[in-house]
């Protein structure tokens, strides 16, 4: 969807005699039914005004092409302005990201700037301008037929028409291979000229916008290329090589996302514990319909899962073109009826009702994913619902999916592979941790290397010695406050009887945590490891969950008051005590259970009550 489509001429005189901010207003009103907002209203004044100003230059052609507001299909990213045209070479298509910005700060990350994005809005992180431009042309080149079809070239660039260079927003350390692949424009009079240089090089002569129809009506589906190189890097790789039900499963949910259609909804609930392979499924599902020509997406609530394959899954692609298969949860607020044909929900279980920074957008990420697919896929663990916001148990799924017209089907998978195989070591834990009675009282730990260490020390030492695969790390429950958040020469988690101090992987974007090698140093959370798996874990148990007279009880207050997963509890208890407590208790002991399943080979750990410490001990075979 494009808001506004014009000649040059025409958009020259619009912005002269029809107030350019108003007819653009007027458009998108049509287009959307929403009125725009209003600092929409005042940048498209702005900085159309000034795009206005580079325009008027007679070695631009007055048939170049001018577009607005241009709607990247099934995404909620618009590319502010696009100018068509051709060279000697081809039809070329300039795309322009603008900014009103004339301060910004660095953050010290690849790519990633801070800014007021909004008034007086505070500081906060986002895509560079270049790194946007440059990704929505990515983006296009891998899912737009037209452009992959037709070999329309396409430029990026971005222009901070109010930005005086500081060596900041040009810093070259961390935008400069943006710059190059998406030049950047700043204020002033030199500054325009070099923009209207850039445009006469890539935009010759005028095609009446002829190239923004042909775009903005091209079929969405990804590129043989992008897809082909997806399969490519996955065969051969025995971490996606499917296994005994993984691969009934697969075959199944792909014949049912195959026969889906907008008549014909399909809904898909594949249950499976820890080590099941669901997320080994859910990549190959990917690629697999990908290779279909079906549009689909990887989503998930967590960021970690989604960043780490896609870092495995990168190869020789560039990362903004596999970054377009993958998505949030909370990504389909305005998407349309059965705008994809798939989309691929890995760790269900974690979806929450509402989106957004603030959780105030949309209605419920169920819903809204089975609205925007002909076939949503969902794989759920019931047991690893870890806090109050998550709302994507598997009844619930079935529940919408039935309230909605859609067809479902039950899959289940059973033969886990991490614990060693272990299917005794998984019955032991539920037992133990108070989650349901088994037959399992003692572990036998010649069949799972599982210990109890004396000193969180003694678990990072025994960690770092099983790490030479970068496949071993230690994690906690959320008991300390993340203080070098504020202060990166504080520690968070201080045992001083131990002489003991770590920070929590929080210190940076911990989406890759897993995988950076430095980590091993850190603790992680739950957040940045559910979804995921090691080789060995450490996990420090914390005073939110301790023995005592031989059974095990938690304690809310015990936790950080900056865990976000129990936040709100106190409140919810004034209202409902007993269902509250029991909701908080389970979070607890599922959050342990999924923290303690992450190691394939091995599970190493220390609880800092010594009581804890002992009954854990006294429920292994032998003790």
């Not at 929403?34 to 206005?52: C, H, I």
């Not at 700060?105 to 301008?129: F, N, W």
């Not at 992008?226 to 996955?234: F, I, Q, Y």
């Not at 303690?596 to 429920?619: H, I, N, P, Q």
């Amino acid at each position: 969807m494009i808001v506004y489509q014009a000649n040059k001429a025409d958009f020259l005189d619009d912005h002269d005699n029809r107030e350019i901010e108003h007819v653009i207003a007027t458009k998108y009103l049509e287009r959307t039914g929403r009125y725009a907002p209003d600092a929409e209203y005042r940048a498209w004044k702005n900085s159309l005004g000034e795009m206005a100003k580079v325009l008027r230059d007679p070695g631009i052609p007055d048939d170049v092409g001018v577009g607005v507001e241009f709607g990247i299909p099934q995404t909620s990213k618009r590319i502010d302005f696009i100018i068509s045209g051709r060279t000697e070479a081809g039809p070329n298509l300039i795309i322009v990201e603008l900014k009103q910005w004339s301060e910004a700060s660095l953050t010290g990350k690849d790519g990633i700037i801070a800014a007021r994005r909004g008034g007086a809005a505070p500081e906060r992180e986002g895509a560079h301008p270049c790194y946007q431009a440059w990704s929505y042309a990515a983006l296009l080149e891998g899912f737009n037929e037209a452009v992959y079809q037709r070999a329309i070239a396409l430029t990026p660039c971005a222009y901070l028409h109010n930005y005086v260079q500081d060596g900041i927003i040009d810093h070259p350390e961390y935008y400069g291979d943006y710059i190059r692949k998406a030049p950047l424009f700043l204020k002033g009079e030199e500054e325009r000229r070099r923009l209207r240089d850039f445009i006469k090089q890539h935009v010759k002569y005028g095609d009446n916008a002829g190239l923004i129809y042909q775009i903005e009506n091209g079929r969405i589906r990804p590129s043989k290329m992008l897809v082909d190189s997806l399969v490519g890097m996955m065969k051969g790789n025995r971490e996606f090589v499917l296994i005994d039900d993984q691969k009934v499963a697969f075959e199944s949910a792909a014949a049912l996302a195959t026969a889906a259609s907008v008549e014909k909804k399909q809904v898909v609930i594949i249950k499976g514990g820890p080590g099941t392979g669901k997320s080994v499924i859910a990549v190959n599902l990917l690629a697999h319909l990908s290779k279909q020509g079906l549009v689909c997406k990887y989503v998930s609530k967590n960021a970690a899962p989604r960043a780490v394959f896609k870092a495995k899954l990168k190869g020789n692609l560039r990362l903004s073109a596999i970054d377009n298969l993958f998505s949030g949860s909370g990504s389909f607020i305005e998407t349309g009826p059965d705008a994809f044909d798939v989309l691929i929900v890995d760790e269900a279980h974690r979806l929450n009702e509402k989106s957004g920074m603030y959780g105030n957008l949309g209605e419920n990420q169920i819903k809204e994913i089975i609205r925007s697919s002909k076939c949503a896929i969902f794989f759920v663990d019931d047991d690893q619902i870890v806090t109050l916001s998550d709302i994507g148990h598997s009844e619930e799924l079935a529940r919408w999916a039935r309230s909605m017209g859609a067809q479902v089907s039950h899959l289940e998978l059973s033969s886990q592979f991490r614990c060693s195989g272990s299917d005794g070591y998984l019955a032991w834990l539920d037992n133990t941790l108070g989650l349901r009675e088994t037959a399992n009282t003692r572990l036998d730990c010649d069949e799972f290397d599982f210990r109890v260490v004396d000193s969180p020390n003694e678990l990072h030492d025994l960690i770092a010695a099983r790490n030479g695969s970068n496949k071993a790390r230690v994690v906690a429950g959320y008991c300390w406050d993340w203080v070098s958040k504020r202060n990166p020469d504080l520690y968070d988690i201080v045992m001083p009887e131990h002489g003991y101090a770590r920070r929590w992987n929080l210190d940076r974007d911990g989406s890759l945590w897993i995988v950076t090698p430095t980590s091993v140093d850190e603790v992680g959370c739950i957040h940045t490891c559910q979804g995921l798996e090691l080789d060995y874990i450490g996990v420090i148990i914390g005073p939110d969950m301790v023995a005592r007279d031989g059974t095990l009880t938690t304690t809310a207050d015990a936790r950080s008051p900056m865990d976000r997963s129990i936040r709100g509890w106190k409140s919810r208890a004034k209202i409902d005590p007993d269902g509250t407590s029991a909701q908080v208790d389970r979070i607890i002991r599922n959050t342990y259970k999924t923290l303690l399943t992450r190691g394939m080979k091995g599970c190493y750990v220390y609880c800092v009550d010594a009581e804890t410490r002992e009954f854990l001990r006294s429920c292994l075979r032998g003790s």
